[in-house]
């Protein structure tokens, strides 16, 4: 059934809780180092291991990422704050119990802009806390065998929990872009989903059309694609209102996500935090921050994505989907700005950058990377074009020279003759009308589609290096005569 059709009888109450690996030299507790795709179980050590005697203590760039996080999102950076044991049984937990927070989290409250259906939406965050991550389990069914891979137990990982008030999947998925858009912002972390350095668990509840209550709510663990975020939660709406259409009650639960089966899957019936039997943990003291050291933090906040958005829409007239692709990337979005800087149309970038650029990043496969085409290069392309020294098409071909030979534009122009300034276009429209005067003849007699055949041959004589409109005009006042 369509979700949209479920939405018509049904309010969805949807909360994310979603796990960012941050970017530390070690593991939160432990001075043992962490990097994607080692050999399994090369990067442990006592502390992540749990071993007996092995006392953890906090890791500073741990706490200091999530400030910064605080920070973009407007919480409440806590100045003190306690970590708690979480209890819970399972093989990728060494352990027996996971170092999170609890009653006492670095960050409170807090929340993240987005648009949907051309709306702004702000999600209200519950808390942002840190804990460290499990180890990783893989299964292997043909020989009924797993395997326990502890190098990411101990790992960094910041938890944003938001409150239940996102209202359809399509605005989960689009939360957790902004959360690793602003991640990456703040450069605490690559986000990089397939790494799973940014997973997500949702919890999704229904209740009748406008009642304002909750239902029993379910949570599916461990959604890793943005796609799949979406999915999954349609999938499990699917599956809740389907029981309580049939007159029975939802049972609170815990699923995961079957992606070869595009369903999500009961795994258990749901705990609740009662059943972590969460206590402080005795080993780690309580931490107590300096004003001034928080302050500092902050005073490294860079400009964000959604106040790049509202300035661009509301200074330079710039529409929502402009501001969103040059907000896409903090790289991009500082381009774009430096680029009108230098006094440019803020549209015309706008369409260079978004168009022309990003045509040549994606057939050479790479990420934007602003030393291809140096901002002052594409301000003086387009101020080219706008003194008719050079056309479009010319400064496309330009473009195309920085980004693949890096030479300097000047050495650019140099060699390629691109300067239509040079160019006599009024003796070669009048050596194609002589050529041609059957033709111009013809136009003259109402045949006036054969404008297009003398452009074309036009073009052809001056190689394109002549701005269209300049052709147009001075065929027209040639053909009047």
């Not at 938001?162 to 450069?187: C, G, S, W």
């Not at 304002?212 to 979406?230: C, L, Y």
């Amino acid at each position: 059934m369509n979700i949209n059709d479920i939405n018509e009888n049904w309010d969805f109450i949807i909360g994310l809780e979603i796990h960012v690996q941050l970017e530390c030299n070690s593991k939160i507790f432990s001075n043992c180092e962490y990097e994607y795709d080692n050999a399994p179980n090369s990067q442990t050590c006592p502390t992540s291991l749990g071993l007996p005697g092995a006392l953890p203590s906090v890791n500073q760039t741990a706490i200091e990422s999530a400030i910064l996080f605080g920070q973009a999102v407007n919480g409440n950076v806590s100045e003190s704050f306690t970590f708690a044991r979480k209890h819970y049984f399972y093989p990728d937990l060494p352990k027996g119990y996971q170092i999170s927070q609890f009653d006492q989290p670095i960050i409170s409250g807090g929340s993240i802009p987005i648009w949907w259906n051309d709306k702004e939406y702000r999600i209200n965050l519950t808390r942002a806390h840190l804990e460290e991550d499990a180890g990783k389990s893989s299964h292997n069914n043909l020989s009924n065998t797993s395997n326990l891979d502890y190098n990411r137990s101990g790992a960094a990982l910041i938890e944003i929990v938001t409150e239940p008030v996102l209202v359809h999947p399509e605005q989960a998925k689009i939360f957790m872009q902004r959360v690793k858009q602003i991640v990456n912002y703040i450069d605490i972390s690559s986000a990089e989903m397939e790494k799973g350095k940014l997973r997500c668990d949702a919890n999704i509840s229904l209740s009748k059309k406008g009642s304002g209550n909750f239902g029993v709510k379910t949570e599916i663990k461990n959604i890793n694609s943005f796609k799949n975020v979406q999915k999954a939660i349609e999938s499990e709406i699917r599956r809740q209102n389907k029981i309580l259409n049939n007159g029975d009650k939802i049972q609170q639960a815990t699923l995961t996500w079957n992606n070869d089966k595009n369903t999500a899957e009961i795994m258990r019936v749901k705990e609740n935090a009662d059943d972590y039997r969460y206590f402080p943990d005795p080993d780690l003291p309580p931490v107590s921050l300096n004003k001034s050291f928080i302050n500092n933090i902050k005073l490294s906040m860079p400009v964000l994505p959604f106040e790049y958005e509202k300035k661009w829409m509301k200074k330079y007239d710039l529409s929502l989907n402009e501001c969103s692709i040059l907000s896409s990337s903090k790289e991009i979005a500082e381009y774009f700005e430096n680029v009108v800087n230098f006094k440019v149309s803020p549209k015309k970038v706008s369409s260079w950058v978004s168009t022309e650029l990003f045509r040549l990043f994606n057939e050479s496969n790479s990420d934007f990377n602003s030393k291809k085409v140096i901002a002052k290069d594409l301000k003086e392309i387009i101020e080219l074009i706008e003194q008719n020294k050079i056309t479009k098409n010319s400064g496309k071909n330009i473009l195309r020279e920085l980004f693949e030979t890096g030479k300097g534009l000047k050495d650019v122009l140099k060699k390629g003759n691109f300067d239509s300034s040079k160019i006599n276009i009024k003796n070669i429209i009048d050596n194609v009308l002589s050529i041609y005067q059957n033709e111009v003849l013809r136009y003259k007699n109402g045949e006036e589609k054969l404008i297009g055949f003398f452009i074309g041959q036009i073009n052809r004589e001056t190689k394109g290096k002549v701005n269209h409109e300049l052709i147009i005009s001075e065929l027209k006042k040639k053909l009047q005569n």
